[in-house]
């Protein structure tokens, strides 16, 4: 059983992490803003513009900043910058992270490597979305749904998505970053994938490397053990609408042959709009219901 973190109230304090790039002006004032405009209080860490390789922090400082922020009673949710790259070397040091009470934790892109290690090892809920310097500062974001998914007791939500193979499937949501996913086949910390609804996203990947890397999914036998699949919009990496048809084409037959719906251009991580999806929650893809195929439980209890 899965633990749910307690939703956030109006006024409440959110630690920003800093777990894989340096953060950058003007995009983290305007992520402060947004967060500000929301309702919330940002709780910053430490020298947030300072700057190590391509690193935002060393391993050992993101873990001490998770800690405090999870033992900080004042803070409430814990929310990731942005993305990039260098959330993988947290998982080996993740173990001596004490969690006496789950919170919010909101984060997608390179920072899948700890949603997946709190879903997995920890058994809470987690959410997949924008980050604070990232999307939030853009505003390329469903803010009403953003609220809704972190705030409230609401009734199951339901998601628009185009059908690239019919069905209808249950199962709990998983999944993230298709490129942080890939890395993890064939380790230890490879996500649990076996009657989940998976959620594959990416940004900038060119179709082959989208092909490779959902080859690979093939080749490693996801596809078999899952029960639906969620495919996200991947912007910038198609030339044209014919190009994104070319390549889904191939990929309608393949996956076709599996017999599990899948859906695609989701809106969820590097989304033109992007939502929050609970991770870790029942959901149910259903074809016939389209626009909105899936629909899935709220992420967080009164």
Not at 260 to 274: E, K, N, Q
């Amino acid at each position: 059983m899965l633990i749910r973190p307690d939703p956030l109230l109006p006024g409440e304090n959110i630690g920003i992490f800093l777990p894989s790039s340096p953060a950058k002006e003007p995009y983290r004032s305007q992520g402060l803003q947004s967060l500000r405009a929301m309702g919330f209080k940002p709780r910053e860490v430490d020298g947030v513009l300072s700057r190590n390789d391509f690193f935002a922090r060393e391993p050992e400082q993101t873990l001490k900043d998770l800690q405090r922020f999870f033992a900080d009673r004042k803070v409430k949710a814990l929310w990731a910058g942005r993305g990039g790259y260098g959330s993988n070397y947290l998982l080996p040091l993740l173990k001596r992270l004490v969690i006496d009470t789950p919170k919010i934790v909101i984060a997608s892109s390179d920072v899948s490597y700890l949603l997946w290690y709190l879903l997995e090892r920890r058994h809470m809920v987690v959410f997949y979305g924008p980050m604070v310097y990232g999307g939030m500062a853009a505003g390329t974001i469903d803010k009403e749904q953003i609220l809704a998914s972190i705030t409230a007791n609401q009734l199951p939500q339901n998601f628009f998505g185009r059908v690239l193979c019919s069905g209808r499937a249950r199962g709990v949501l998983g999944g993230g970053c298709l490129s942080n996913f890939v890395s993890l086949l064939g380790t230890r910390h490879v996500p649990m994938v076996k009657n989940r609804i998976l959620l594959l996203e990416d940004i900038n990947e060119r179709p082959y490397r989208l092909d490779r890397m959902l080859w690979q999914c093939e080749m490693a036998g996801v596809f078999r053990r899952i029960r639906g699949l969620l495919l996200g919009e991947f912007p910038s990496c198609f030339h044209d609408d014919e190009e994104k048809e070319i390549f889904y084409a191939r990929w309608r037959e393949k996956l076709g042959a599996m017999g599990i719906p899948v859906l695609y251009d989701m809106p969820f991580g590097h989304a033109g709009s992007a939502q929050v999806l609970p991770l870790g929650v029942k959901a149910e893809i259903n074809t016939e219901a389209y626009p909105r195929p899936l629909s899935c439980e709220i992420g967080v209890k009164w």
